[in-house]
C-alpha cells in the first residue's frame, strides 16, 4: 500500500457510472430502479458536463429502444436496471442482437420473479440473460465480483460491444452495485478504448451487413451519408429481409461465428490458489467474496480447495474448467440462485467429479462459514 | 488470518441517517489509512423500514464485505436491538440509542439518549447521526477524531461544517459522561479495548 496512491470510497453502481464514462459512454436513456438507481443518478449528472445526454424514459421497452437509435446515431449508449426492467428489455434485446447494435445493458440483479424483494441481493438473472430473449443468438455476460471489476468490466463491456457490434450485459448483485470499498481506479490514459469499425468504401457499394475478414460488418452511423436498411426480420448482407435458407443461415450463423472468434477475449476468468487444488469453488459475483473468505479457513484447515472465479457468464467459460477437472475431485457451486450456473458445471464436467452446489434465494447471501462446512461435509 | 479485523453495524430505521453515518466512518477509515468496505441493507420503504449499515475495518484485504460478529454495535430501534444484540461478539461495544429503545436487551451497553439529547441540544434530531459518530469515535477508538472530523467536513451540505463539527464534540462528550457513570463493565469493556 504505497501512501502516494489516492484512494477513495467507491459504491459499485458508482463505479459503473465511473467506467461507462471512462470508455466513452455518451447516452444513457433509463428508467431507475432499485437497486441500479444510482448509475442513472450519477450518470444524470456527469453526462451532460461532459457533452453527453442522458434522458429518463417513460419505462424501460422505451430506454432500450433510446439507446439502440442512439447507437445506430453514432454513440456509445448504455442503459442500467434490475430484474422487471430487464424483463421489458427483452424484445428490444433480441432487435439489437440481429442487427448488431452496441449497446450495453447494466442489469444490478435483484431477487425475483416478478416485483421480487426490491432490495436485496439475487443471482436469479443468469439464465435470463442467456435466453431471456427469444430465439437463437449468442450474447455476452459480464459480472464483476469486486467495486474494481465494476468499473473495469463496464469498460470492457463497452469495449466488446463496439468490436463485436452485439449487445453486452453487465450481470451485477445487488452485493456488489451496493457495496462501497475503499479503491483506485486507474487513470484515464491508462484506459483502452475501442471504437466500431466504420465503412470507408464510397456510400454506394457499402452493404451494412456484409462481414469483413474479422467476422464483424463495419457500422455506419445514420446522418455519415451511408442510407441503409435495419430490420428486426432475418436480412442479407444489405440490410433487406430475406428468406432465402442460405442467406438466413448466414445471417444467423454469421451471429455466433463472430463471437466464437472472439471467445477466448470476451471469456474473463481468473484462478486463485489453483495449482495443487483437489477441490475448487466455482463462484462468480458476491460469491466471490465469500468463496475468498472460506478460502483462508480451508487452507488453513489443511484443505487443498481453490477458487475459479467466473468474469464472463456467457458465453460459458468452459475450458476454466475443463483445464482444471483432471486434478479435481469435487466442484462446489454457491449461488444466490436454485442452481443456474450449477447447470453448466454438470454438463461441462460430464461425471467426472462431484458437483455439489449451495443454494439460496432468501435475499441474503451465502456466509463463508456455510462454505466452508459444505466443503469440509463432502471431503471429509 | 482475520485479525485487525473490527466489523460494525449501525441498525435503526430509514431517515435516521445511519447509511450516511456508515459512509463517514468508511471514509474516516480511508484517511486513517486503514482499508475498509461498507454495505447496507434496507427494506423498499423510503423511511421508516429497518435500516442498517455495516462497515468492515481491516489493515489487510477484507474479502466477505458483510458483518457475521460484530466487534461494535450502535442500534437507534427497538426492533434492532433486540434482533442484533445477539451478533455482538464476547467483549464488543454495544451502543444504544435509549431515545428509540426502552428494553435494553443487555446490562452490557452504553445507555445514551442520542436522539432526545441531541434534540434538546440543536432543536432538532438531524445531526443524530453526526452526534452517534461523535459517541463511537470516543467509546471505541475505532477511528481517530482528526480522522472522523475530516470525513465528516467532506460528506455534510457546505455550510453545516460547523454545526456537525459541534455535534461530534458533543457526541464524544456524551460518551464520557455515560462511561463515566456506568456500570463497571462496559468501561471495562471499552478499556480493555483501547
Given at each position: 500500500m504505497s501512501k502516494k496512491t489516492s484512494y477513495q470510497l467507491m459504491q459499485g453502481n458508482e463505479?459503473?457510472?465511473?467506467?461507462a464514462l471512462a470508455a466513452g459512454v455518451d447516452f444513457f436513456a433509463g428508467y431507475p430502479i432499485t437497486p441500479s438507481t444510482e448509475i442513472a443518478e450519477i450518470l444524470a449528472d456527469r453526462l451532460p458536463e461532459n457533452g453527453g445526454k442522458f434522458i429518463q424514459?417513460?419505462?424501460?421497452?422505451?430506454?432500450?429502444?433510446?439507446?439502440?437509435?442512439?447507437a445506430i446515431?453514432?454513440?456509445?449508449?448504455?442503459?442500467?436496471?434490475?430484474?422487471p426492467g430487464f424483463s421489458l428489455m427483452q424484445e428490444n434485446l433480441g432487435?439489437?442482437?440481429?442487427?448488431?447494435?452496441?449497446?450495453?445493458?447494466?442489469?444490478?440483479?435483484?431477487?425475483?420473479?416478478?416485483?421480487?424483494?426490491?432490495?436485496?441481493?439475487?443471482?436469479?438473472?443468469?439464465?435470463?440473460?442467456?435466453?431471456?430473449?427469444?430465439?437463437?443468438?449468442?450474447?455476452?455476460?459480464?459480472t464483476p465480483s469486486s467495486v474494481e471489476e465494476a468499473f473495469s468490466y463496464t469498460v470492457k463491456a463497452v469495449n466488446f460491444s463496439e468490436k463485436y457490434r452485439n449487445p453486452v450485459i453487465v450481470l451485477m448483485d445487488e452485493v456488489i452495485g451496493h457495496m462501497r470499498a475503499r479503491v483506485s481506479l486507474p487513470p484515464a490514459a491508462m484506459i483502452e478504448r475501442i471504437n466500431r469499425v466504420r465503412p470507408n468504401m464510397p456510400p454506394e457499394w457499402y452493404q451494412p451487413y456484409e462481414r469483413s475478414a474479422s467476422g464483424v460488418a463495419p457500422m455506419a452511423s445514420f446522418g455519415d451519408g451511408y442510407r441503409y436498411h435495419i430490420t428486426g426480420l432475418v436480412h442479407d448482407t444489405k440490410g433487406f429481409p430475406t428468406a432465402n435458407p442460405n442467406e438466413a443461415?448466414?445471417?444467423?450463423?454469421?451471429?455466433?461465428?463472430?463471437?466464437?472468434?472472439?471467445?477466448?477475449?470476451?471469456?474473463?476468468?481468473?484462478?486463485?490458489?489453483?495449482?495443487?487444488a483437489e477441490h475448487a469453488i466455482l463462484a462468480y459475483g458476491s460469491m466471490v467474496l465469500s468463496a475468498r473468505s472460506a478460502l483462508e479457513d480451508l487452507r488453513q484447515a489443511g484443505l487443498k480447495v481453490g477458487l475459479i472465479k467466473l468474469g464472463t457468464l456467457w458465453p460459458f467459460p468452459r475450458f476454466a474448467l475443463e483445464h482444471y477437472l483432471p486434478q479435481l475431485k469435487t466442484i462446489i457451486v454457491p449461488e444466490l440462485n436454485m442452481g443456474q450456473i450449477?447447470?453448466?458445471?454438470?454438463?461441462?464436467?460430464?461425471?467426472?467429479?462431484?458437483?455439489?452446489?449451495?443454494?439460496?434465494?432468501?435475499?441474503?447471501i451465502i456466509t463463508p462459514d456455510e462454505i466452508v462446512k459444505t466443503v469440509k461435509g463432502i471431503v471429509r | 488470518m482475520k485479525q485487525n479485523r473490527t466489523e460494525i453495524r449501525l441498525a435503526g430505521s430509514g431517515g435516521q441517517g445511519l447509511i450516511t453515518a456508515g459512509i463517514i466512518l468508511a471514509e474516516a477509515a480511508i484517511?486513517?489509512?486503514?482499508?475498509?468496505?461498507?454495505?447496507?441493507?434496507?427494506?423498499?420503504?423510503?423511511?421508516g423500514g429497518a435500516s442498517r449499515a455495516e462497515i468492515i475495518i481491516a489493515d489487510g484485504p477484507i474479502f466477505f464485505p458483510k458483518a457475521t460478529w460484530v466487534d461494535i454495535l450502535l442500534t437507534m430501534s427497538q426492533k434492532a436491538s433486540d434482533q442484533y444484540s445477539f451478533d455482538l461478539k464476547a467483549g464488543g461495544i454495544f451502543i444504544v440509542d435509549t431515545t428509540y429503545v426502552n428494553q435494553i436487551p443487555t446490562s452490557n451497553a452504553l445507555a445514551i439518549p442520542i436522539s432526545a439529547r441531541t434534540r434538546e441540544k440543536f432543536g432538532k434530531e438531524i445531526f443524530s447521526n453526526i452526534v452517534a459518530l461523535g459517541v463511537i469515535c470516543e467509546a471505541t477508538k475505532v477511528v481517530s477524531i482528526k480522522a472522523l472530523q475530516a470525513a465528516v467536513s467532506a460528506r455534510v451540505p457546505s455550510g453545516t461544517e460547523k454545526m456537525n463539527m459541534e455535534a461530534l464534540a458533543f457526541g464524544k462528550n456524551l460518551a464520557r459522561e455515560a462511561i463515566k457513570n456506568n456500570n463497571?463493565?462496559?468501561?471495562?469493556?471499552?478499556?480493555?479495548d483501547s
Open positions: 463505479a459503473v457510472a465511473a467506467g424514459m417513460e419505462d424501460e421497452i422505451g430506454s432500450i429502444a433510446a439507446i439502440i437509435g442512439a446515431g453514432g454513440r456509445k449508449a448504455l442503459t442500467a436496471t434490475s430484474g432487435f439489437a442482437c440481429l442487427a448488431e447494435i452496441p449497446i450495453v445493458i447494466v442489469n444490478v440483479m435483484r431477487a425475483g420473479p416478478s416485483t421480487g424483494l426490491p432490495t436485496s441481493p439475487s443471482q436469479g438473472d443468469v439464465m435470463q440473460a442467456r435466453w431471456g430473449t427469444h430465439g437463437d443468438h449468442p450474447i455476452i455476460v459480464l443461415r448466414d445471417n444467423i450463423r454469421g451471429l455466433f461465428a463472430k463471437i466464437e472468434r472472439g471467445f477466448r477475449e470476451v471469456c474473463l476468468v481468473d484462478y486463485e490458489l489453483m495449482e495443487d450449477y447447470r453448466e458445471v454438470l454438463r461441462v464436467n460430464a461425471g467426472k467429479a462431484v458437483i455439489e452446489k449451495i443454494n439460496r434465494v432468501n435475499g441474503t | 484517511l486513517d489509512e486503514k482499508n475498509v468496505v461498507q454495505s447496507q441493507s434496507y427494506g423498499p420503504e423510503a423511511r463497571g463493565v462496559i468501561a471495562e469493556a471499552i478499556e480493555a
